[in-house]
């Protein structure tokens, strides 16, 4: 629920700014939502496909190019969705696979959630606490924290473009 | 742009957009080669059985750390493909700066005003104009014979403000200023938007 005395979120054209306080309260969520399917692997990154989170059997997964498909694959159902007439609010994509069964859940405009469960939990058990979890993680990330913290680079513009372009020339190999 | 406070991390999604075969891959491929290895992803390509993109090229790099947050930079390119609409529009989705990568080849001048226009439209889609977003223009393949200059192709794309780079990606030439040009401006406009939003 939406407290009206709440200060009002800074908007940023796109993204998203994730406070301490929403930090704790999404791996909370995912760590209830693990235990609850249960689920093998839980992955929550924003619609662009940057990492947030990841907990559980990871095993040779590589995170950084899971979160760029999952956002990809959600962001085409979605539209698919919409060309067909389809889309509701907290899309889900289910892939049954040989020994795990994978859900792709928007979680909000800013959130996707991927899930991976054992066979043998139940479809429908898994849908319904996927799509809880969706619901809440949109509901942290869409409410502000009362205390909002300064924000900023903490740098003028200068010295950033300086320090970005050291940075970058750091890794580059000529 | 997402920023976790707790992790200290930036993250940055930038975007390289242009015609068809205009060196959008050839450039991510050049930055995947030459940036170390620790400090980078595994490129992801989804491409068809043709090795044209279907989807997009992936690859995200970090930087060490700077004044204590780390940054992220996601990027990624589109089909280049008229057919690809709707994909492209997809990957603009939370897109913080754009490099246009033009094809200076004389014959390809159209291409490039059309993909131009459909980046527009694209952006239009997410209520944004191009002057609400930081873009690049890099003007590749400037070692072919007759090469557009890249005053021609502004001239071209009725845009003279741009920033603008050079390139031949194939060599990588270019292809390092061009990527440390849009990190530079969407680091400049993200710091502009906190302080105006504060």
Not at chain 1, 17 to 42: M, W
Not at chain 1, 136 to 157: F, M, N, R, W
Not at chain 2, 64 to 86: D, F, M, W
Not at chain 2, 105 to 115: F, G, I, Y
């Amino acid at each position: 629920m939406t407290n009206p005395n709440m200060k009002k979120p800074i908007d940023f054209p796109s993204g998203v700014t994730l406070f301490p306080s929403q930090d704790q309260a999404i791996d909370r969520i995912l760590n209830e939502l693990k235990q609850k399917c249960p689920a093998q692997f839980v992955l929550l990154a924003e619609v662009s496909g940057q990492i947030i989170s990841a907990l559980g059997e990871r095993g040779e997964i590589n995170l950084v190019a899971l979160g760029s498909l999952v956002a990809g694959d959600l962001a085409a159902s979605q539209e698919i969705a919409r060309l067909t007439d389809q889309y509701q609010n907290y899309q889900l994509i289910l892939r049954e696979g040989p020994k795990t069964n994978t859900f792709i859940s928007e979680a909000g405009p800013h959130l996707v959630l991927f899930v991976r469960v054992d066979r043998e939990t139940p479809l429908g058990w898994a849908r319904l606490i996927i799509r809880e979890a969706s619901r809440q993680l949109s509901e942290v990330v869409l409410t502000p924290p009362e205390e909002v913290a300064k924000l900023d680079l903490g740098l003028d513009d200068e010295k950033l473009s300086a320090m970005f372009s050291e940075g970058l020339d750091g890794i580059w190999k000529r | 742009m997402h920023i976790n406070w707790q992790l200290r991390e930036l993250n940055l999604k930038i975007v390289y957009y242009g015609p068809a075969l205009s060196g959008k891959t050839t450039n991510i491929e050049q930055i995947h080669a030459r940036i170390d290895p620790a400090h980078r992803s595994e490129l992801v390509s989804l491409k068809t059985h043709e090795d044209r993109t279907l989807f997009f090229d992936f690859m995200q790099i970090e930087l060490g750390r700077i004044n204590s947050l780390v940054p992220k930079i996601h990027l990624y390119t589109v089909p280049g493909q008229s057919y690809y609409e709707a994909s492209r529009k997809l990957v603009l989705r939370g897109a913080d700066g754009i490099v246009f990568v033009a094809d200076s080849s004389p014959e390809r001048a159209n291409a490039n005003l059309v993909s131009w226009q459909d980046m527009e439209t694209q952006l239009e889609s997410y209520d944004l104009s191009i002057n609400q977003i930081p873009i690049v223009l890099q003007c590749n393949k400037q070692d072919i014979l007759g090469a557009l200059t890249p005053a021609a192709i502004k001239y071209l794309l009725h845009n003279y403000s741009i920033p603008t780079s050079t390139a031949v990606a194939a060599h990588g030439e270019g292809v390092f200023d061009t990527l440390k040009m849009i990190t530079l401006n969407v680091i400049s406009s993200i710091q502009k938007q906190m302080v105006t939003a504060q």
